[in-house]
């Protein structure tokens, strides 16, 4: 690990101030102090924004506002959260140990960088830590990496769970920018494809801060789930996963939402799929109708080709959920 400079400020724009190109904000700490012992990320400035007031969860008619230094375990343990949201507090249940839980916070989890294995080892070419440099997972192991979205220079997931449910719900990220602005950010639109550039991830700017995540009530995230394959039960990221939601009146769907994860750089939306479903009665050719348009157009790499018929059966198992 590199040497470098600490400083805790004890207010937003003064955080914004300190940021420099080669500064980094912490918080909790769980995904960038890996990224450090492994010489990944070599900041020069570490800004610890811990102590800023963003920690509150807030309910109201119109939804729920979690600070963006809110902690997992206290957003997946809230009670409005668990009744309103059920996918958030499943996602956030699913996506890390009790103790990861205890520390990382919701901004940190929804910027979490991939777990791709060349990109956490330098001595590997990978072009989203160095531009250029070659992808290693295109010819190498690449069992964990996506099936769609992907690019030439780029095949590697995105890991949150919880960004899943977050874009299945629609929330909206609030963000903090140098001259001091507030923006609000649908998180469909928060994350970027790789395409020639994979090293930017999401459309933030240098010195932006995440203050809050806003989750909008709805009746499809009022009956919602969410679902995580994995190798095994705990401690591990997903190989696919599916966050789903059924609004449904009268035996009719009115809405439904359909996002993938452990697939694609980023939550996959596959509004083809939830075509599928809004209009009948969830019965179980309109089930499996969603899940084979949930896979159009997927391709894999080689190893990872088992995912394609894997998330068409996850798919089918959390539709039948929500459907239930
Ligand atoms: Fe790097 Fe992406 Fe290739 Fe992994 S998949 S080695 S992160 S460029």
Redesign the pocket.
């Known amino acids: 690990m590199n040497a470098f400079r600490y400083e805790r400020p004890s207010d937003a724009l003064g955080a914004i101030a300190l940021h420099a190109p080669r500064a980094q904000y912490i918080a909790g700490g769980t995904n960038l102090l890996d990224l450090m012992k492994d010489d990944v990320e070599t900041p020069e400035l570490i800004i610890d924004i811990s102590r800023l007031p963003y920690s509150a969860i807030e309910s109201s008619e119109a939804g729920v506002r979690v600070g963006a230094l809110a902690r997992m375990s206290d957003v997946a343990d809230d009670i409005a959260v668990a009744s309103r949201f059920p996918i958030v507090a499943e996602a956030l249940l699913a996506g890390a140990s009790p103790q990861l839980r205890n520390m990382a916070t919701i901004g940190g989890n929804i910027l979490q960088r ?1 777990r ?4 956490r080892d330098p001595s ?6 160095e531009a250029g440099s ?5 010819g ?1 192991v ?1 069992r964990m ?2 099936v769609i979205g ?1 690019s030439d ?4 997931t995105n890991p949150s769970d919880l960004a899943v449910a977050l874009t299945a719900v629609d929330a909206i990220v609030h963000v903090q920018g140098r001259a001091g602005e507030e923006r609000a950010i649908p998180i469909t639109d928060f994350y970027l494809l ?1 395409g020639t550039t ?1 090293r930017r991830e999401n459309v933030l700017e240098p010195g932006d801060l995440i203050i809050a995540v806003e989750i909008p009530a709805s009746a499809v995230a009022h009956n919602s789930t969410y679902l995580k394959i994995r190798d095994r039960a705990s401690y591990e990221f997903a190989l696919v996963s599916v966050g789903a939601g059924l609004e449904r009146t009268g035996g009719v769907v009115r809405a439904a939402r359909i996002v993938l994860g452990g697939v694609a750089p980023k939550p996959w939306r596959v509004s083809e799929a939830e075509a599928r479903i809004v209009g009948t009665s969830g019965d179980a050719g309109a089930i499996d109708a969603a899940a084979d348009a949930a896979i159009d157009g997927m391709r894999g790499y080689g190893e990872n080709d088992f995912k394609i018929e894997l998330v068409r059966r996850a798919v089918v198992r959390a539709l039948q959920t929500v459907a239930a």
């Not at 791709?116 to 990109?119: D, V």
């Not at 220079?153 to 590697?156: M, P, Q, R």
């Open positions: 991939t791709c294995a060349y990109f590997q070419v990978c072009n989203k830590r070659g992808c290693a997972a295109l190498g690449n990496h996506a992907a220079d780029c095949i590697a790789p994979p």
